[in-house]
């Protein structure tokens, strides 16, 4: 009964590919977002969706692109990707009021090689 | 330097001591969090402290906001070998897009 699952947790790939990670919420939240988390610890916002519309796009390269099929779910494709990709991606989602707790899920190691 | 910086990036205390840790910010928030990562696993939401709120209790853990110093503190109370994990403070800013901003956690070691 996981609440915010994202797949896969691990992802290995070589320079140029593309690839996805997915990410569903079963709490009924409105606001999904995808973080990213360097090999520092440090966190950063990439995209964040309400109600699935864009709402957030922090300066991230024109290869990300997310796409919310409904609000349930956030998934993120990368194309040709490069090895400063590499990185832990994290799916999240909030409820109500904005900027509450954010429930995240245990992340996708991406390894580009 | 970030929005939310924590202080100090790494603690490693006794069993059962308290540990504290210091999250300073610089521009006005509508609220502060706290996180705990364990190794290898999504964050989790401990505690939500408004700007117009000082202080705020959640079992063994106590959060001060200071907004005239830009400043909050995480305490936790008779420490755990569980609650070693990181912990991450993220603001929530007042202008500009809604977002969570996090700074890079302070990293505690409970030793039994």
């Known amino acids: 009964d996981t609440a915010v699952s994202q797949t896969p947790k691990y992802l290995v790939t070589q320079m140029g590919n593309d690839k996805s990670i997915k990410c569903e919420q079963n709490?009924?939240?409105?606001?999904m977002y995808w973080y990213k988390q360097d090999s520092k610890k440090f966190l950063k916002i990439m995209f964040s969706?309400?109600?699935?519309?864009?709402?957030i796009n922090e300066t991230v390269p024109n290869r990300f692109s997310p796409k919310s099929p409904d609000k349930a779910h956030l998934n993120l494709h990368i194309n040709s990707l490069e090895l400063g990709d590499s990185a832990v991606y994290f799916c999240?989602?909030?409820?109500?009021?904005?900027?509450?707790?954010?429930?995240f899920g245990n992340g996708t190691r991406l390894t580009v090689t | 330097s970030q929005q939310g910086e924590e202080d100090p990036q790494a603690l490693s205390i006794q069993e059962g001591e308290n540990a504290t840790m210091n999250c300073s910010y610089k521009?006005?928030?509508?609220?502060l969090q706290w996180y705990r990562q364990n190794s290898g696993r999504g964050l989790v939401h401990l505690i939500l402290?408004?700007?117009?709120?000082r202080e705020k209790h959640s079992g063994r853990l106590r959060v001060t906001l200071d907004t005239s110093k830009k400043s909050s503190s995480l305490l936790i109370t008779a420490s755990r070998a569980a609650d070693t994990a990181s912990y991450f403070c993220?603001?929530?800013?007042?202008?500009?897009?809604?977002?969570?901003?996090f700074g890079q956690g302070t990293r505690l070691t409970i030793n039994p």
């Open positions: 999240a989602s909030s409820q109500g009021e904005a900027m509450g707790p954010l429930h």
């Open positions: 709490l009924g939240h409105d606001t």
């Open positions: 969706y309400n109600n699935k519309e864009l709402i």
């Open positions: 521009t006005s928030i509508n609220n």
């Open positions: 402290i408004r700007s117009n709120e």
């Open positions: 993220a603001t929530a800013l007042i202008q500009g897009a809604q977002k969570l901003v």
